[in-house]
């Protein structure tokens, strides 16, 4: 998906309105696409048995969900960014985001489950998130991908340590996703990004559980 720079100050409110509902829809109606690389694609289907694989699925729905809230995040980031660079640069984090998300899918698919139904909620309340961010300034804009990126890198690590060798195909994407988020948080710190209050990132991490909690069941 090729998400398109907003121009704020050129385009109409009704305009980015429309744009923006567009960029949702794109994002919650996501179906793979094959044309991408996606990591461990060729490789062999685990036989797992049924509680296992039910977990995997769990975990997997998660880190689908996490990313369709990184696609609302940045786009709510870079809607509001102050400069043009901030913006470029989080569009283009947006558009590597959107790989993890087509990664996330495929694997779902293959473990022949659903995306989890709380998916609009989350896209809603990281858009807002994110605009809030930005509406403080770049620097906080930023900070706010450095502390998000730390703490998806972490919860990554959770679940490469719970899958192990189980399902390699899973284990395979969450290694490159990880990969990803680690080299997005230092770019947010190179271009500017400054530590978010400790309280802020409380916030974050507690409402990160709610959506780990609910995703992992619907
Ligand atoms: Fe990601
Ligand atoms: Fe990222």
Redesign the pocket.
Known sequence: MNIKPIKANNESFSNLIMTEFDHMLKVLNHKTQFNQKIPGQKMQEPDLPAPKAQHIAGLMRINHT??VC?QALYNGQALMAKDEKTKQHLIKAAQE?HD?LNWCQSRLDELGVQTSVTNPFWYAHSFAIGSLAAFFGDAISYGFVIETEKQ?ESHLQEHIDDIGDDDPKSLKILQQ?QA??IRHGNEAKDAGGVELPDPIKRVMSGMSKIMKFVSYRV
């Open positions: 996490g990313e990184a985001e993890h998806v996703m990803d988020e």
